[in-house]
């Protein structure tokens, strides 16, 4: 009865909500799911990100030709961190995750040093809402979730259409194997982590119109971000999407229904119990599959 | 004649586990050199050093060049191509992703053709996922991505090990295949099959060549059953 009182006039925000959930995790899916990083910097990319757009919306006027130009800081500093640091840890988790976490702390304090800690904020590019058979659908929302629909589709088209994509799928399953047949394994990894970084970045500009930025924006959504990549199972695009829609729609709803703290609490324990229940999820997934292939 | 893979002693292993000590041996073009030795011995070792997968020390030359501290991929690039024993696909990657990087923009058409041609199997099941074939299917994978490529040298790990005897007769005369078009390096322990394709054997213990000369003769002198019995 709650929930039905902020229908039709916020239910778009479930819709929202789940974009940005799916939005700021796939940049994660690249570093995380398939090159097997625990990225404790992937926040601060985002962070990178928003203040691109900032500072370039405050040096130009024009907040678009930030956002245009945040996807490629945020790349060009991602690869930097991996190519000086991160690859030389592939094979060391523990001490990757060690040097994630101090990138991280040197990227927020190097963004509060240029920024200051004071708060920041990043125009609307466009304003304004308009209604739909009663849903009120604010213009710049939509382009998120818009954005978020074409980073997914052009992201499965790269990864299964392009030869990157495929030298990339064998990188990750095997390095050695694929350093054999002739793929620059090292070069594919600097890929993925410019991609990842460079999605991030576009997620940190496009959020930054609905947020406040401070320093320790980005650490908003590194938790959500890894929740949605190890409850969409590491290194599925399909499970990624799935517990985008499951943990940011759960979080919009609830939020309508109770405080954003208790909100937030049972979205982990679905979140807890997801993780729980998806191994066998995924044997029925794989016997069903099987059984297609036998019978092909 | 100019050998075109120079290995001088060569030494490898696992952090600070030594497994290969010293290795020397050479082989020719169009030559197939067997490497016998019991399990345990550094063959897969020596085989995955030559590749570039662990460093090494002493000093290897394909076909005139200095590889030691090169990756893989441009030791495949300069010729030299590897047929591992286990984990030979590529999961979720079908037989036609296989050879497609495997032919690294070469005319894919042609290898395709290539290696249905040698294994009819492998035309049939082009857009089957790679795991999904029988073991025997996935040596035969193996063996057609290195010849669709044309290399110099081919290194070879137990290519008919686990596989039914059936399978055996079709991969020995495709690796004859090879043998006529480029140099091989057999790792094998089946002595009937290492003396039908090889014409030079080192044998391993603990990591050294403790025997090595013409792979007839050292069988006759029952050489080889001697130092591969248990």
Redesign the interface.
């Known amino acids: 009865m709650i929930a039905a009182g902020f229908l039709p006039v916020d239910s778009f925000n479930v819709v929202v909500l789940a974009s940005v959930f799916i939005l700021i995790a796939v940049g994660l899916h690249f570093t995380f799911g398939l090159l097997n990083v625990v990225n404790l910097v992937h926040g601060e990319l985002i962070l990178v990100g928003a203040y691109t757009a900032f500072q370039i919306q405050e040096s130009t006027g024009s907040v678009v030709a930030g956002m245009a130009v945040a996807p490629f800081v945020a790349a060009f500093v991602g690869v930097a961190m991996e190519r000086g640091i991160l690859r030389f840890l592939y094979e060391r988790p523990l001490d990757s995750l060690l040097a994630t976490f101090g990138l991280a702390v040197i990227v927020r304090q190097v963004v509060q040093l240029l920024f200051s800690p004071n708060p920041r904020t990043v125009n609307d590019p466009i304003g304004g809402s308009f209604v739909v058979a009663g849903f009120n659908i604010p213009w710049w929302r939509l382009v998120i979730v818009l954005t978020m629909v074409a980073v997914v589709v052009a992201v499965s088209q790269v990864m299964t259409r392009t030869?990157f994509g495929?030298?990339a799928?064998?990188a990750v399953?095997?390095p050695?194997?694929?350093?054999?047949?002739?793929?620059?394994?090292?070069l594919v990894r600097a890929g993925l982590f410019a991609l990842g970084s460079a999605i991030a970045g576009l997620a940190g500009a496009m959020l930054a119109p609905i947020n406040t930025l401070n320093p320790q924006f980005g650490l908003l959504f590194l938790v959500n971000s890894f929740l949605v990549v190890i409850v969409g199972g590491k290194g599925s695009l399909r499970g990624l999407i799935g517990a985008g829609v499951v943990l940011g729609g759960s979080l919009a709803v609830l939020q309508f229904v109770i405080s954003t703290v208790f909100a937030q609490i049972i979205v982990l324990l679905i979140a807890i119990v997801a993780v729980r229940v998806r191994p066998v999820i995924g044997v029925r997934w794989g016997e069903w599959r099987?059984r297609r292939?036998r019978v092909a | 004649m100019t050998a075109v893979l120079e290995v001088d002693h060569l030494s490898s292993g696992y952090g600070s586990s030594t497994v290969v000590r010293g290795v020397s041996f050479e082989v020719q073009p169009r030559q197939v050199v067997c490497v016998m030795g019991r399990n345990g011995a550094g063959k897969t070792t020596l085989l995955k050093s030559l590749m570039g997968l662990l460093p090494f020390t002493g000093t290897v030359r394909l076909a005139g060049s200095e590889i030691s501290g090169w990756h893989g991929h441009r030791i495949k690039a300069h010729g030299m191509v590897w047929v591992p024993q286990e984990d030979t696909v590529f999961t979720g990657l079908t037989v036609r992703e296989h050879l497609v990087i495997a032919l690294s923009g070469q005319d894919l058409e042609r290898g395709i053709e290539a290696a249905s041609s040698l294994f009819p199997v492998i035309g049939d099941r082009l857009e089957q996922e790679a795991q999904t074939l029988s073991g025997g299917e996935r040596k035969m994978l193996g063996l057609a991505q290195a010849l669709v490529v044309d290399p110099k040298v081919v290194l070879m790990d137990e290519p008919t090990e686990g596989v039914a005897p059936v399978v055996v007769e079709q991969l020995i005369p495709a690796i004859e295949a090879l043998a006529r078009k480029a140099s091989v390096v057999l790792v094998e322990q089946n002595v009937d099959t290492a003396v039908a394709l090889g014409s030079h054997a080192y044998v391993l213990e603990r990591g050294s060549i403790v025997e090595s000369g013409n792979i007839r003769e050292l069988h006759a002198g029952g050489v080889l059953e001697e130092r591969l019995a248990l």
């Open positions: 030869r495929l030298n799928r064998a399953v095997n050695g194997l694929a350093e054999t047949m002739g793929i620059n394994t090292g099987q292939l």
